[in-house]
């Protein structure tokens, strides 16, 4: 999905507060481009204002760094335009939001009067704010803005009714945090412009050991300002205590198993690493901070996941099938969004 829904219908109302020039056109917006194996279907008008208001969010936000090719360039890089990722993903969207509307009623969500007041209120600001001739091109019509604002303040709090159920009580060796310092003399080579790589010669690599030697007999009180004299930067590092393995970690993993061993305060002998060699410092064996940090990281991922199941399981209990040809007609190239100036 395109929003991150964290609260009510207000969230969703405000998401048309923006007021825009619309220019464009489009197939007949009553022509059925998505059919569902339950015999509903959902309209090209709306999959098109969709479309068009995502489009207006990339057009306000990012044309002015792309240019005027963003909707035909691989700005993702993931072998497809702009314009196949962003429809694509509208497909998605809607689908996913219609299977969210069948099943709102397992969690007991409704929309409440104030809910519908607010999508009402904001419909018609948004109906307002533009033109008569560019809401016919786009299909901008208020059965669409209410629709659009509906979905979305049902795909908010199903979401978060979906989170509350998620489990999320985790284990101190899943949370607790120990942080270091660190600094890192380099005894990597460099690549050219060209791609080619020219190896560390072994006396800048002797030269880097050298470094991590002095700063480490420098000792724990002279740890930053000897770093600096050899022109070291310190930095800052949180892993799981219980953790062994570190693969894919900024810190080779051997690096962090040794601070292991260290005391609050204390300071490394230097640590051959396979990118540099390295001087540690013990900051806090336990760091209630990063472990709360951890927490949270651990509680996002756990309920982002539950919900893809959910949603997923709902979604996967439909057929959809697109109107391919009808959906080739939607052009985010050829509708131009511009943000009105405010009175």
Not at 18 to 23: E, F, H, P, R, V
Not at 236 to 264: C, H, Q, R
Not at 288 to 301: G, R
Not at 313 to 318: C, L, Q, R, S, V
Request: charge should be negative; include cysteine; aromatic fraction near 10%.
């Amino acid at each position: 999905m395109f929003l991150k829904k964290k609260a009510a219908a207000g969230v969703a109302a405000a998401a048309l507060a923006i007021t825009l020039s619309l220019t464009g056109c489009g197939a007949n917006p009553k022509a059925a481009l998505i059919k569902v194996d339950t015999g509903d279907t959902i309209e090209y008008g709306y999959a098109n204002f969709v479309a068009n208001y995502y489009k207006a969010q990339y057009d306000i936000n990012y044309k002015p760094y792309y240019g005027e090719s963003m909707w035909t360039s691989d700005i993702k890089q993931n072998g497809t335009t702009l314009e196949e990722n962003v429809k694509s993903q509208v497909i998605d969207q809607i689908e996913e939001q219609w299977a969210i509307r069948q099943h709102a009623g397992d969690y007991g969500v409704t929309l409440s009067d104030d809910d519908n007041a607010k999508i009402e209120e904001y419909s018609n600001k948004f109906l307002e704010a533009n033109t008569e001739n560019g809401l016919n091109k786009m299909g901008g019509n208020k059965q669409y803005a209410v629709e659009f604002l509906t979905n979305m303040a049902y795909a908010i709090k199903v979401q978060n009714e979906i989170y509350e159920e998620t489990e999320t009580d985790f284990t101190a060796a899943e949370t607790e945090q120990s942080t270091i310092s660190y600094v890192r003399f380099s005894t990597e080579g460099t690549t050219g412009s060209d791609g080619t790589e020219t190896p560390m010669s072994d006396e800048d690599k002797a030269a880097a050991k050298k470094n991590a030697e002095d700063l480490a007999a420098a000792g724990a009180a002279n740890y930053e300002t000897k770093a600096g004299e050899l022109s070291g930067e310190v930095k800052s590092f949180s892993y799981t205590k219980a953790d062994s393995t570190f693969e894919g970690m900024i810190i080779p993993a051997n690096v962090i198993n040794e601070s292991k061993s260290l005391k609050e305060g204390e300071i490394s002998k230097a640590i051959e690493g396979e990118d540099g060699w390295y001087v540690v410092r013990m900051d806090k064996l336990l760091d209630e901070e990063a472990t709360e940090n951890k927490k949270s990281t651990l509680t996002s991922s756990a309920r982002s996941d539950h919900y893809r199941e959910v949603v997923d399981g709902w979604k996967e209990g439909y057929t959809f099938t697109l109107d391919e040809k009808l959906w080739e007609k939607q052009s985010l190239q050829e509708v131009a969004f511009t943000q009105k100036a405010s009175n």
